[in-house]
Nanobody, 126 residues
Framework: QVQLQESGPGLVNPSQTLSLTCTVTGDSITTKYSYWTWIRQAPRKGAEWIGYISYVGSTGYTPSLESRTTISRDTSKNQITLQLRSVTPEDTAVYYC??????????????????RGQGTQVTVSS
């Protein structure tokens, strides 16, 4: 059984860096053709695809967030991390990590992901 668990601070001050970790169990993040993705959903908005890191460590980001985003991994811990810099209240959302098999194409449709975490609420506020 593959499980993903997001963790990180629930409250971040404006202009600071949001850092979240996704711990994966039941599968290796280096499994071929797996793409580990971050998606967020803000109140009253649709889900937004943030980016991914692949099984070989390559990354891709949505253009609107690319300049502020870094997705990385720790293969020894089987973890994926998200860093979002210079946050504003507009970054307040529930953040999810999810696994997609076979394609890194940007998608916020949950039907494209076979596993996802329960999500973690992040609020940007002073």
């Amino acid at each position: 059984q593959v499980q993903l668990q997001e963790s990180g601070p629930g409250l971040v001050n404006p202009s600071q860096t949001l850092s979240l970790t996704c711990t994966v169990t039941g599968d290796s993040i280096t499994t071929k053709y797996s793409y580990w993705t971050w998606i967020r959903q803000a109140p009253r908005k649709g889900a937004e695809w943030i980016g991914y890191i692949s099984y070989v460590g390559s990354t891709g980001y949505t253009p609107s967030l690319e300049s502020r985003t870094t997705i990385s991994r720790d293969t020894s811990k089987n973890q994926i991390t998200l860093q979002l810099r210079s946050v504003t209240p507009e970054d307040t959302a529930v953040y999810y990590c999810a696994r997609r098999q076979g394609s890194p194409s940007p998608s916020a449709s949950w039907s494209n992901y076979d596993y996802r975490g329960q999500g973690t609420q992040v609020t940007v506020s002073s």
